[in-house]
Nanobody
Framework: QVHLVESGGGLVQPGGSLRLSCTAS????????LGWFRQAPGKQREMVAR???????DYAESVKGRFTISRDIAKSTVYLQMNRLKPEDTAVYYC???????WGQGTQVTVSS
């Protein structure tokens, strides 16, 4: 049974940094692509970053150069390092096993002065 738990969200000033973590129990990292998605109020959920089962990464244009996705297979954890945060990054961030119906509960990120 897959269970995804995000953590690390919070309130940060513009230009600041946060690191999100997603503990993914029941997920075989060597067989699954994992991603971070976000949903802002009144907007559709969108992909932020993804990491393929073989390790390659992909990012939304809006976060390229600022966000980094990584994973620690031994800890069954995927991370999202977010730097130079902007107010438009404010959203609930979700961990997702791509191609499945498995989502975490989300963690709120608010970028505001």
């Amino acid at each position: 049974q897959v269970h995804l738990v995000e953590s690390g969200g919070g309130l940060v000033q513009p230009g600041g940094s946060l690191r999100l973590s997603c503990t993914a129990s029941g997920v075989i990292f060597s067989r699954n692509d994992l991603g971070w998605f976000r949903q802002a109020p009144g907007k559709q959920r969108e992909m932020v970053a993804r990491i393929a089962y073989y390790g390659s990464t992909d990012y939304a244009e809006s976060v390229k150069g600022r966000f980094t996705i990584s994973r620690d297979i031994a800890k069954s954890t995927v991370y999202l390092q977010m730097n130079r945060l902007k107010p438009e990054d404010t959203a609930v961030y979700y961990c997702h096993v791509i191609g499945s119906g498995n989502w975490g509960q989300g963690t709120q990120v608010t970028v505001s002065s």
